[in-house]
């Protein structure tokens, strides 16, 4: 299949589930996880390939003057048919991908995108936004009938930062960048956007600004939104080029209306970004309690302090036994703070007390911090820190060595303010917990952990690990989903707290959406996408 | 004239300037004024009193269920005429104030708004919302002749904070609480908005939700945009309530295409907001710099560092004397640091220093700290801080007794990236001195300030005090605003930073504001108020 621009041409990405083919477990890594959870297959099943999908041929063709831009190579088609969530990563491990798009473009400029939107316009060409493909929501799959055809529209191209502004710190940055090498274009310059979400080596620029992406850390600037400074969206009405500005109060963000609109509004294809310097100076700890409720209410006091930890993560004691970061039935907080001008062991240790306070005890060998520029390692950090980080990179993977064993491996993630955070993770618990036994028969694992923090509430992030039911995943999949957007809606948590709404949150947006933000939101995009190509079926029919 | 529900009944506010009728430098202040500027009267202008206008009975009557709710009061209708921009002083001044509505009207709750807005649409007549009457833009009053009538629809009587939720720290308020009032119903419970605009006093939560309001802070959590959890909106085509939530991905955001809405797409009512702890540490201090462009420097690096300050803002040589802060032609820059967690005198002296660096010379006795909780006085700052605060609160009152001498004393504010603000700080004094000196015959002043600043770039604003020509002063503000705004345009720094769009800046916002963006603004305006009753001319058309 077909690499992008700028992953390394030796390692092949993996055409139905996460990241590198090479980095999946093998047969006998995912037998081992298998028998971990009751219930599961007792052979993995096979690696699907692309050969045993039927595919034809496209529906168009596109016209000579855009031909170069444009394939229909069933390995690059069958690559970009589905975003990586379980359901896509089921479907595709029992043959029933979605649909697979006629054709494939990749743009290199803002005109070759126009004049694939005019002609895919003239032509009810429905036209999907691609960048890392990453999504976990159903974005960047065609359901539906209503279009002649299916154009992907992969951005990964447009890779390039243009210009760097070392002054101000900022960057032009094409929105087909993926993460690692829009940090290798920056490394040169002292600079990072400093934006890490867990897809990071294959997401893009353009994907973030779309789903509006939170980033790694937990605190303070970890939206893309807030790293924005100005936006190139093509539109089949033309092309809005927003002003570079620190700050405007000039009407409603032009910005804010294409942060978050999921191509379906525009295609993003280029930002200016705020950087920052790279931070030198590092130090981390991991804290163990013994009662979650205690732990809830020291991070909502480190979250309402001034503080600022980079990371403030907290892991419920099956999580924290899961990623290895404690096996005792603690929960445990992974503190880490980080700056470009100063230490910040003092902030730490400010933040151990706090945390001290509400019965938290100190876990490992204590903090290290590096000095500014001296290039030092912040090595050392406690075990569990390290332990959680590795877990944290390699979970996509392990969920599809899981899958390949028929289990069901659903994350989600939500927001909500303070006063509902407890009751809402205990029924996430409790009502899911008991969907995955009704529909499995056999007892699930409903972890928690806290992502990001704000002094007026928490973003929650639910693992759940369920027997599935042979080549039935993909319904028990529908019926936990169902559950947990009830649970969530029930108590005003957010669909998405930055996983986007794609096509499998869209009923429960719809719920979420003030109706006359609707009205406005659809006749934005009939002003804008007046033939309805733009991502059929994402945010407004 | 009738007050507001909130204000003390004792106190009178003006009808045609600033503030408090009582706090209006009185004749003999105004002349000692006038005598510091050249080419102004030789004495004041009257004081222009309601029963000198010519006001007609309204063109239309409210229905009967409606009349308790409304007036047709003359005083009440002149005091809802216009904003307060220096045009807005000057023709009242004149005896040309902007068209008097023809009704007041003074909801109580959503319904209330929403049988007005049902009524007004059936009657083609124009609603203006009106929260505490401080515009600067031309945002409160109707010009053209497109409708029967125009309604003034004044919040002030929904000024209630009506829910608290201190652990969230979060409240819910309704839209017409003036500031003062809102602050004094979150002090019981050791919380704060702490949003403090210019206009604080005479200005309403939904006017700063409606405007995008940046407030007095130069860093951080300034803008009324960073505290919105959710808003309710009183549309045409039905009410908007958001979700209250610490942040969501769920699309683009609802409250952001209403934030900056000024009132074209829906009646602001309500909004959880973000509250903090009030801040029991301070601590300021001024410095002086000789070479303005040594202080921008200063002030980037800090704006870049870690510290944070409350306040860092930077006056020119000119606004330095105007305002008392320095006499000896040296630019100052005013630092201030609050916490409500633990003392600030460190950042304090870190960011001396760093200013140091770059040629900043300590003013005055040294900074000042209380202790948190302590209840002492933060007091003791630096004499020259204290002269710049006083000053700007006294601000608004001396402009209307300069404009009483026939001055015309303009201000107007921007924002730009950094690599732009030195060259824009130069070009809006050279053409907008030598555009004054040419509409008067008198040399003008312009001073500049930065009001905030960011990582990537500044706040400037800009006061310009000139001579008039006797009964024409309105055009020689005409003249300076298109030579100040050609200025803005051609340096790509923004229309408005913070004071709105209103009509005044109207042709500019067009000329920024990308062409799709317009088109979907138009589409959703035209959704949610699809007989174009409310705020007519206001962003879009």
Same mark, same amino acid.
């Given at each position: 299949m077909a690499g992008t621009t700028t992953h390394p041409a030796s390692r092949t990405r993996s055409w139905w589930g996460?990241?590198?083919?090479?980095a999946h477990p093998d047969d006998a890594e995912c037998t081992a996880m298998g028998a971990l959870l009751p219930g599961t297959l007792a052979r993995p099943l096979p690696v699907p390939r692309v050969r045993d999908l039927r595919i034809d041929g496209p529906a168009v063709q596109p016209p000579p003057s855009l031909a170069h831009l444009v394939t229909a190579d069933p390995d690059d088609r069958a690559a970009h048919a589905m975003g990586k969530a379980y359901r896509d990563i089921a479907r595709a491990l029992r043959g029933r991908p979605g649909r697979i798009p006629d054709l494939v473009a990749r743009p290199g400029d803002d005109r070759e995108v126009a004049d694939l939107l005019d002609w895919a316009g003239e032509r009810q060409v429905a036209v999907v936004p691609y960048g890392g493909g990453s999504s976990v929501t159903g974005g960047v799959e065609y359901r539906g009938d209503a279009h002649r055809a299916v154009l /992907? %529209?992969? %951005?990964? !191209?447009? /890779? =390039? +930062? %243009?210009? +760097?502004d070392t002054v101000g710190r900022a960057a032009r940055v094409q929105a087909g960048t993926l993460g690692p090498s829009l940090e290798d274009q920056l490394r040169p310059h002292g600079l990072t956007l400093r934006h890490f979400p867990q897809s990071f080596e294959f997401s893009t620029l353009g994907g973030w600004l779309a789903t509006r992406a939170g980033g $790694?850390?937990?605190? #303070? =600037?970890? $939206?893309?939104d807030d790293f924005v400074q100005s936006l190139r969206v093509v539109t089949p009405a033309g092309t809005s080029a927003s002003w570079r500005l620190p !700050? /405007?109060? !000039? #009407?409603?963000s032009p910005d804010r209306l294409f942060l978050g609109s999921e191509g379906a509004l525009g295609v993003i294809t280029e930002a200016w970004v705020r950087l920052q310097r790279r931070p030198g100076h590092k130090a981390s700890a991991a804290l163990a309690f013994t009662d979650f409720d205690d732990a809830l209410r020291a991070v909502r006091d480190l979250a309402q302090s001034d503080l600022a930890p980079a990371n403030c993560r907290l892991l419920d004691a099956g999580e924290a036994a899961l990623s290895g970061a404690a096996q005792d039935g603690s929960a445990v907080l992974v503190l880490g703070f980080e700056s470009a001008d100063a230490p910040v062991t003092d902030r730490l240790e400010q933040a151990v007390d706090l945390a001290r306070v509400h019965g938290g005890r100190r876990g490992g060998s204590g903090a290290a911090s590096s000095a500014a520029g001296g290039g030092a390692e912040a090595g050392r950090a406690d075990a569990a820190v390290t332990a959680w980080r590795s877990a944290f990179l390699r979970m996509p993977y392990l969920r599809d060595g899981l899958a390949r064993m028929g289990a069901v491996a659903e994350t989600f993630e939500t927001a909500a303010t303070w006063d509902r955070i407890p009751a809402l993770i205990a029924a996430v618990r409790t009502e899911v917990g008991a969907a995955a036994l009704e529909a499995t028969g056999h007892p699930a694992t409903v972890n928690c952990r806290l992502t990001h923090v704000y002094p007026d509430g928490a973003a929650p992030y639910f693992t759940v690990l369920a027997a599935g039911r042979p080549g039935d995943e993909v319904a028990v999949w529908d019926d936990l989903k169902a559950v947990a957007s009830e649970v969530l809606h029930r108590h005003r948590a957010t669909i998405t707290h930055h996983h986007a709404v794609g096509r499998d949150h869209r009923p429960d947006y719809d719920r979420q959406r003030p109706d006359p933000f609707a009205l406005a939101l659809r006749a934005a995009k009939g002003a804008l996408d007046p033939r309805g190509i733009l991502n059929p079926g994402v945010l407004v029919d």
């Open positions: 996460w990241g590198w083919a090479d /992907s %529209l992969d %951005l990964t !191209a447009m /890779s =390039r +930062v %243009l210009e +760097v $790694h850390y937990a605190t #303070g =600037r970890t $939206h893309i !700050a /405007s109060g !000039a #009407g409603p």
